[in-house]
C-alpha cells in the first residue's frame, strides 16, 4: 500500500509582498515534503492565497482596481516564492479558483442539509484586519477606544447573516481532541485550545451582505461566505473535494499561533457538521519577531526573504530558521546569529570536515574510495551513531521538531570531527598509509547518512555533498538498508570543492 503525507501551509492574504513570516512557514513546510518524499511517501504539499473578504476590497477599492485585478496582481508574488525558496513539488490554490468555489459551496449546502446553518441578524463586533468576530468580553482598550484583542480597531456591524451552530460542537470536538492527543501540537497550545473550548462555544456569523467580494451563499447571492469559512476548504479543495480526498486523513496543516483557533476549532467543526473526515493534525508554530514584536505586514518590521536570500543564499537562509529557533517557540532574527551559524555549523562543522577529508583522499589515495582495515571498537562507535541517525531524525521530522533533527545531524557532525582530530590521519600519512587510508573510509562512510539526510533542509548544498562521495541514494529506506558500510572501494571522487560560504560580520550587518 503506499504510504501517504499531505502538509499545507495557510493561505496568505496578498494585500502585500510576502516577508520572512509567510516564508518561514512555507520553508518548513517544504522540508516536510521533501522529508516525506525521502521516506518513500507519496506527497502533497500545498499553499497559496486567500483572496477574498473586506480586506482584500477595501485594498483593491483604495488603488482604484477591481478586487480580482487586485488580487491577480498581488498573488503573483507568492507563486514567485517558488523558485526564490527552492520548493519542491507543490499544488498552489488561490480562492478565486473556480474549483474552490464548487468546494465551498459543497461545503456549505451539506451544513445547510445537516441543519447547522439558519438565519438571524448580527449585531456585534468585527476587526476587518483579523477579518474576525469578537465578543465585547474578548475587547481590549486602548486610548479609550474598543480594539480586538490583536490591538487592531473593531468596528460595529449590524446585518442580516446566516449563522453557524458551533454551539452544537463543543462537546463533539472535546471528544476528538481527548481521543486524538496529537490533534494540535505542541501540546501547550492543545491545552489553550481545549479551555478555550471548555469555556463554552457561541454560534458564528458566516455569511456578509456588505461585501459582494466572496463566495455566494448559494441560493442566496446577496450573501457570500464569511472569509475563514471560504479559506479553510482550500485544504479540502486541494485534495480533490467535493470528490474523494485521498490525502486528507494525512493532513497537517502548519499554521502560526495567531490563527490556531480557527483551525483546531472552526474548521473541524464545519467537518464534522458536513458529516467529512478530520485533517490528521494542527500545527502552530511561533512568531519570528523583531526585536520581541511580532514581524508583520501591518506592523512595518518585516524582513525581506528576497534581500535575506541575496546576502545568504537560500540555504543558509532555510538553516537558520529551522535550527535558531526552537519549532513552536518565538524566534528573533540577527545578521549576528546568522554570520554565527553559516560560519560555525555550516562552513566550520560540516564545510571543514568534508574539505580535509576529500582533500586527503584527493591527495593520497589516488582520488578514489579507499580500502576499509579492520574495524576497531573507535571506528564502530563513529559508525554505529551515524547508521542509527536516519531513524533519529525521521522521528523528529515526524513530529515537526525540525531543530531537533538538525541538532541530531550535528551530533554526528561533532563526533566525526572528534574522530578526525583523534585519529589524525595526517600524522599516519607516513608511518602507516594503510591505516590513514582505513581511517579516511570510515569517514566517508559516516559522510553518507549526513549527505542524505541533510537534503531536505539544504537541497542544494547536499546534492554537492552527495556529488562528492559521489554517492546519490532515492530512498531513506536504500541508505537503512546499506547499514554502516556503503561505498565501494576503488570509486572515483570529484576534486574537492567547497561548500558553504564564511561571512563577516560587519559587512554583512
Ligand atoms: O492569516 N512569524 O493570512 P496571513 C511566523 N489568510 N509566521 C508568520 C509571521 C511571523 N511573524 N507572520 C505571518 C491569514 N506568518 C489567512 C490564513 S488559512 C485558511 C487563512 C505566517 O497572510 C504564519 O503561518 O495573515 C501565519 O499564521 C500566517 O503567515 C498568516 O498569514
Redesign the pocket.
Known amino acids: 500500500m503506499t504510504k501517504r503525507a499531505y502538509i499545507t501551509?495557510?493561505?496568505?492574504?496578498?494585500?502585500a509582498k510576502p516577508?520572512?513570516?509567510?516564508a518561514?512557514?512555507t520553508m518548513a513546510a517544504d522540508v516536510y515534503a521533501r522529508f516525506k518524499r525521502l521516506d518513500g511517501y507519496d506527497t502533497r504539499f500545498q499553499t497559496g492565497?486567500?483572496e477574498h473578504g473586506q480586506k482584500m476590497q477595501h485594498a483593491a477599492e483604495k488603488l482604484g482596481m477591481t478586487p480580482q485585478a487586485f488580487v491577480d496582481e498581488q498573488s503573483a508574488a507568492y507563486r514567485d516564492l517558488a523558485p526564490l525558496l527552492n520548493l519542491s513539488d507543490h499544488n498552489f490554490i488561490r480562492t478565486t479558483e473556480p474549483r474552490h468555489y464548487a468546494a465551498a459551496q459543497h461545503l456549505w449546502s451539506k451544513l445547510v442539509d445537516a441543519g447547522y446553518i439558519y438565519k438571524d441578524s448580527y449585531a456585534g463586533w468585527y476587526c476587518v484586519a483579523d477579518?474576525a468576530y469578537y465578543t465585547e468580553a474578548e475587547l481590549i482598550e486602548k486610548d479609550g477606544e474598543r480594539m480586538a484583542p490583536t490591538g487592531r480597531p473593531v468596528e460595529w456591524l449590524e446585518q442580516e447573516s446566516y449563522f453557524f451552530k458551533l454551539s452544537a460542537f463543543q462537546d463533539k470536538l472535546i471528544e476528538h481532541y481527548t481521543n486524538n492527543p496529537t490533534f494540535i501540537q505542541p501540546e501547550s497550545r492543545r491545552n489553550e485550545v481545549m479551555s478555550f473550548v471548555k469555556g463554552g462555544l457561541e454560534d458564528i456569523s458566516v455569511s456578509r451582505t456588505t461585501i459582494n467580494w466572496g463566495v455566494p451563499v448559494p441560493g442566496d447571492d446577496k450573501h457570500v461566505m464569511y472569509?475563514?469559512l471560504d479559506?479553510?476548504t482550500?485544504?479540502a479543495t486541494g485534495d480533490g473535494y467535493p470528490g474523494e480526498m485521498p490525502f486528507f486523513n494525512e493532513a497537517i496543516?502548519?499554521?502560526?499561533?495567531?490563527?490556531l483557533r480557527?483551525?483546531a476549532v472552526y474548521?473541524p467543526a464545519f467537518l464534522m457538521g458536513a458529516n467529512e473526515p478530520l485533517p490528521k493534525q494542527i500545527w502552530?508554530?511561533?512568531?519570528?519577531?523583531k526585536d520581541g514584536t511580532?514581524?508583520?505586514?501591518s506592523n512595518n518590521n518585516?524582513l525581506d526573504p528576497q534581500e535575506l536570500i541575496n546576502q545568504y543564499g537560500i540555504d543558509a537562509v532555510r538553516y537558520f530558521f529551522l535550527r535558531e529557533v526552537p519549532f513552536g517557540n518565538?524566534g528573533d532574527f540577527s545578521h549576528e546569529r546568522m554570520v554565527q551559524r553559516c560560519n560555525t555549523d555550516l562552513s566550520n562543522d560540516v564545510g571543514n570536515l568534508f574539505q580535509r577529508v576529500l582533500s586527503m583522499v584527493a591527495k593520497n589515495c589516488a582520488g578514489q574510495v579507499p580500502a576499509l582495515g579492520t574495524l576497531r571498537t573507535e571506528d564502530e562507535a563513529l559508525l554505529q551513531q551515524a547508521a542509527a541517525l536516519p531513524a533519529l531524525v525521521r522521528g523528529h521530522v515526524d513530529q515537526l521538531n525540525f531543530h531537533k533533527a538538525l541538532a541530531a545531524i550535528w551530533d554526528v557532525v561533532g563526533a566525526a570531527n572528534k574522530y578526525m582530530d583523534t585519529q589524525a590521519p595526517w600524522t599516519l600519512r607516513k608511518e602507516n598509509p594503510e591505516q590513514m587510508a582505513h581511517v579516511l573510509r570510515v569517514l566517508l562512510e559516516c559522510f553518507r547518512p549526513l549527505a542524505v539526510l541533510l537534503a531536505p533542509f539544504m537541497p542544494a548544498s547536499a546534492q554537492t555533498l552527495q556529488t562528492q562521495l559521489n554517492y546519490h541514494v532515492i530512498t531513506l529506506e536504500e541508505l537503512e538498508q546499506a547499514g554502516q558500510i556503503g561505498l565501494t572501494e576503488g570509486t572515483a571522487l570529484p576534486a574537492p570543492q567547497g561548500v558553504f560560504q564564511r561571512f563577516e560580520l560587519e559587512q554583512a550587518a
Open positions: 501551509t495557510p493561505i496568505y492574504y496578498p494585500t516577508h520572512m513570516g509567510s518561514y512557514t492565497t486567500d477579518e472569509v475563514w479559506a479553510l482550500n485544504y496543516h502548519l499554521v502560526g499561533k495567531d490563527i480557527f483551525h474548521w502552530a508554530h511561533g512568531w519570528l519577531t511580532k514581524m508583520g505586514k518585516v518565538d
